[in-house]
């Protein structure tokens, strides 16, 4: 299978990368703006199973004409895709009077937009023979019902917007054998959960997501489509 994951220099992303690339069946395509921490990713996936089926692809998804670049050079890699993990994010915790423009720019570009771009430029190279899955990572904090956080208003509100997005796509491109799922994680032990909440430890680990992740994203599109899940532990 041909699978992309966004924000693979940290985090779940990284373990999605090296939990993917064990199977030799499977080429990934790793996308991060980070390239230092992109080589190191293909050079650990390639030390613990000896396989090159690892693509490393540095890519600012803030800038469009970038995400344009991204998509072309996808098509060389990996065509037909057949799973899209849309994991990066971006965060930023202010009071709700404090918030510049400038941030919810870069929150919404991140977390809303950037998905949209790479999504559109994708939809032509995702496999309609056998139904592909297109997951989006959200958050429990823009999740409807959930407990809400102080100074998370620009990001809570982008990764709902990022929820209801899927359930529109899902319900478009049903007839297109293209499932759109979404998954609303709750704490994990991550660097953008230390920026939010410094101190918090996280009943979940990165590796123990990213597994979780990964299971989701080969088998749940043959069993549902539109979903927002939440998968959470605790709160947040």
């Not at 064990?22 to 293909?42: D, G, Y």
């Not at 004409?65 to 799973?83: S, W």
């Not at 991550?190 to 909440?197: G, H, N, P, S």
Request: hydrophobic share 45%.
């Amino acid at each position: 299978m041909n699978i992309i994951v966004t924000g693979a220099s940290r985090g779940i992303g990284y373990e999605l990368v090296k939990l993917l690339s064990k199977n030799p069946e499977h080429t990934v395509v790793a996308v991060s703006r980070n390239v230092q921490k992109l080589k190191q990713l293909k050079q650990e996936c390639f030390t613990l199973n000896k396989l090159e089926n690892v693509t490393a692809i540095p890519c600012d998804l803030i800038d469009k004409q970038a995400v344009q670049k991204l998509i072309a050079e996808i098509t060389k890699h990996a065509n037909p895709v057949d799973v899209l993990i849309n994991n990066a994010g971006a965060i930023v915790k202010k009071p709700f009077t404090n918030l510049e423009p400038g941030d919810l720019e870069y929150v919404y570009t991140v977390n809303v937009f950037s998905i949209i771009w790479l999504i559109q430029g994708l939809l032509p190279l995702m496999n309609t023979k056998q139904k592909s899955h297109i997951i989006n990572i959200s958050s429990m904090g823009g999740f409807q019902g959930s407990m809400k956080f102080a100074g998370l208003s620009a990001y809570s509100s982008s990764k709902a917007a990022l929820a209801c997005l899927t359930e529109c796509l899902a319900e478009e491109y049903k007839e297109k054998n293209i499932a759109f799922n979404c998954l609303a994680i709750g704490a994990t032990q991550t660097e953008m959960l230390c920026e939010a909440f410094p101190g918090y430890k996280a009943p979940l680990t990165a590796g123990e997501m990213a597994a979780f992740i990964a299971d989701f994203s080969m088998q749940a599109h043959h069993y549902m489509n539109g979903k927002i899940i939440p998968v959470s532990l605790s709160t947040p």
